[in-house]
Structures are given as structure tokens and as C-alpha cells.
């Protein structure tokens, strides 16, 4: 039996999911990884686990070539981001299908993405400076009209991206930002800060899969954030309710980018707005969708992104083939205060329910959300209409009762 290879994987949503599937396809799922650990369900799936350090590519590459033949492995892939630069260097070793390097390079460079779109007048070019250092901070301090957007070159999930809307929030924040050295997995993290205008209007995701440079616009994503400074998706919907013109802005927008970046191979999932009736870029992640998107588009469509991601990086030539229309949603519950959990009301059951998941329970501590991580549960909703589907995800909102709390302490 072929083996397809993970190098890591995202920590909730799809990661394991991905092992599951992996077998529905006929292959036998090789999961490498550096921390069994951070995994909570990977003991409960049968698949083969290889321990390897999986920051350090001249290391990974051996232990591969001393676990494997080439001939036995259908492919290697991950449903990380952190990794898919690791996955392209492997695949272009191991002359296996997928983007070059080079591309990915770019794609995890926040920066170097806006340098290689900002010659393209059909998009919205946005004001944009990247920050090394203090020194660099200090020549911006009269230059810019705030509120603007703080992040890092090359990290995920809304993780640091902060609006700040003066210089002495926007320097403080930023020195935060570099100093830090590493990310959640251990990986050197680029120095640097970039700072961007802060573009207002709705906030759409597109999702993209591409097969040897053919691009199938699978469809857009309506995204609703949380209120405040850090910018955390607090539901999404799917499809998006858009009209044919700002439909057609989208897709024209969206296949020059993909253009201009050489993206040839797998999903992508593209963050963007509209300024000017041009599609303004926030973010291009060269992967899966986050935030469960991904299920959202398979109760809407039928269409399992994640099994044509598997099956594209073992050589199996993908299927997007939509086989219905409904309407599908979900709703996450972000604390907006640190405190402790009250409440957390039953959902009464109903078929459009699709999901219904808590990480925590009535008298846990939490924090403040200030990025995807903080998100304590969700509902998943597929229903004929959105006005259907907005009810029960209204309900579910709801459902939540914190009582704040200012100690410090308790979450230490």
C-alpha cells in the first residue's frame, strides 16, 4: 500500500481529519511530527507515527530516505502553513508534484507578497512599510495616517495582527512584535514588523484549488470579525451573498494574484476586501481555509476540499464537482473579557445543525480572545436559506455567559 506523508499539521479543525481521509483513499497515512503530544486525538487514529525533528529539512530529508522507499511513498503534504514551505522542498528533492519552493518562500512573506503585487494597477495597492527596527519605527513617526494594521511577516491564523490607532500604540506594539524570535512551533520567525492602511468594508475569503496551473474558484466566503482591535473571525457564511458584478471583481482579482505569485498547485485561500471596485489583498495563505471553511463549502457544495488536497498531493487527479446548493454557516464563541465561564447553554436539536462543539466548560477560567487560538467552541449550520441558517446561528451566539474578571493571577 502507497504512504502519504504528513509533516505536521494544523492542531484542531482538519489536521486529523486529513489522516482519516487519507484512508478512505485507498493510502496508508505517515504522520511525522516532532511532538506526538501537541496532537490530542492522534493516538486514537491508525496511522504510522514517525518522531523527527521537523524544523531542521537536511534531517527531515534522512529520516524519510531511512524510514522509506521512493517508490512506496504517493506523496508528502501538510495541512500546516507552518510547514508547507518544508513540504515544497521535500517534493522538489523527492521530484514530487506541487509549487516550487520559491513560490512558497513568497506566499509565508507577508512583505514580499505586497512587493511582488504592488505593481499591479488592476488591484488596490494599499500603504505599506516594513520595520526592522527601532531606528525604522522612529523615520515613520509623522509619516502615517492611522489607524493602521501591525503584524507579523510570517505568522498564522490573525496571530499579533492588531489595529492601532496612534504612534505610541503603534510603536509599542510593534518592539513587541520583534522580539519575538520564534513561533508556536519552534521556527526562527523573520524580524520585523509590517505595517499596513487599514482598509474598512466586509472582509471576503476565496477559496481556490489549483491543478497544474488551472485555477477552479471553488467560491467567496463571507467573514464577520469581532469587534475590537485584534482581528479575530467570529463566524463565517457560505457562500457568500454577493451580486455578479462585484462577483466578476472578485475572480478577475483574484487570478492575477494567483498569477503574479506562480501558483500552479493545491488550494489557497485568499483574504480580501474591495476598495475602488478593486480587490484590495489582506492576506494569501497557501493553503486550506481555516475556521472549518472547509466543511462549510461540503454541506453547501458537496465538494471535499480537504480529500482533493490528498488526493492532488498523491498523484490522484482531483474531482471539484458540485452536487448542491445550501446555505452554510458558522458561528464561533469569542470571549470579549477575561473571566469565568457561567453559562453555556444546550442547543435544541435541529437538522440544519450540522455541529456543536465546546473546548471548555462551565467554571473554567478564560482569557480575552486576541487571536484564533482564544475561541472556546462553535456551531455548524447548513440550511435551504440564510435566513434559516441566521436564526439558529443567532441563537447559538447567545449562548455564552462570562463573568468578568481583572486577576491577573487566576490565569497565570
Not at 131 to 149: H, R
Not at 291 to 316: C, F, H, R, W
Not at 360 to 376: C, F, H, L, Q
Request: with cysteine.
Amino acid at each position: 500500500m502507497k504512504k502519504l506523508l504528513f509533516i505536521e499539521s494544523n492542531t484542531t479543525g482538519t489536521g486529523m481529519l486529513a489522516l482519516e481521509k487519507t484512508v478512505e483513499l485507498g493510502l496508508r497515512p505517515v504522520f511525522i511530527t516532532n511532538n506526538s503530544s501537541r496532537y490530542e486525538q492522534l493516538t486514537l487514529i491508525d496511522c504510522e507515527v514517525v518522531i523527527a525533528e521537523t524544523n531542521d529539512l537536511e534531517g527531515l530529508k534522512n529520516t524519510i530516505l531511512n524510514h522509506f522507499t521512493l517508490e512506496e511513498i504517493a506523496g508528502i503534504t501538510t495541512t500546516s502553513e507552518f510547514y508547507i514551505y518544508t513540504v515544497a522542498c521535500l517534493n522538489r528533492l523527492f521530484h514530487f508534484s506541487g509549487n516550487s519552493p520559491d513560490t512558497i518562500k513568497i506566499v509565508r512573506n507577508k512583505s514580499a507578497v505586497r512587493q511582488v503585487l504592488r505593481e499591479c494597477s488592476e488591484l488596490y495597492q494599499p500603504y505599506f512599510r516594513l520595520v526592522e527596527s527601532e531606528q525604522d519605527l522612529e523615520l515613520l513617526k509623522g509619516e502615517l495616517n492611522y489607524p493602521v494594521i501591525v503584524k507579523p511577516i510570517d505568522d498564522s491564523g490573525s496571530n499579533f495582527v492588531r489595529k492601532c490607532i496612534d504612534y505610541p500604540s503603534l510603536s509599542a506594539y510593534a518592539k513587541e512584535i520583534m522580539r519575538i524570535t520564534h513561533n508556536v512551533r519552534g521556527q526562527t520567525k523573520k524580524q520585523g514588523a509590517l505595517i499596513e492602511e487599514y482598509i474598512e468594508g466586509q472582509e471576503y475569503s476565496v477559496e481556490v484549488f489549483s491543478v497544474k496551473g488551472k485555477h477552479h474558484l471553488i467560491g467567496v466566503t463571507e467573514k464577520q470579525l469581532n469587534k475590537g482591535d485584534f482581528f479575530i473571525e467570529s463566524g463565517h457564511v457560505f457562500p457568500a451573498r454577493i451580486d455578479e458584478n462585484l462577483k466578476g471583481i472578485i475572480e478577475k482579482g483574484v487570478l492575477l494574484i494567483l498569477e503574479s505569485l506562480l501558483w500552479k498547485s493545491g488550494p489557497a485561500h485568499l483574504e480580501i476586501k474591495i476598495k475602488d471596485n478593486k480587490v484590495f489583498l489582506v492576506e494569501f495563505n497557501g493553503r486550506l481555509a481555516g475556521g472549518m471553511i472547509p466543511e462549510l463549502i461540503k454541506y453547501a457544495t458537496g465538494v471535499d476540499l480537504l480529500k482533493e488536497q490528498l488526493k492532488n498531493a498523491s498523484g490522484i487527479e482531483p474531482l471539484i464537482e458540485e452536487k448542491k446548493s445550501l446555505t452554510a454557516g458558522i458561528k464561533f464563541l469569542v470571549p470579549s473579557v477575561s473571566g469565568e465561564i457561567k453559562e453555556l447553554h444546550n442547543v435544541k436539536s435541529h437538522s440544519d445543525i450540522k455541529e456543536v462543539r465546546y473546548s471548555k466548560v462551565p467554571g473554567d477560567y478564560v482569557k480575552k480572545a486576541e487571536n484564533a487560538y482564544g475561541r472556546i467552541g462553535y456551531m455548524v449550520v447548513a440550511s435551504r436559506t440564510y435566513s434559516e441558517m441566521k436564526c439558529l446561528l443567532d441563537g447559538f451566539e447567545q449562548s455564552m455567559l462570562i463573568e468578568e474578571c481583572v486577576h491577573d493571577q487566576l490565569f497565570k
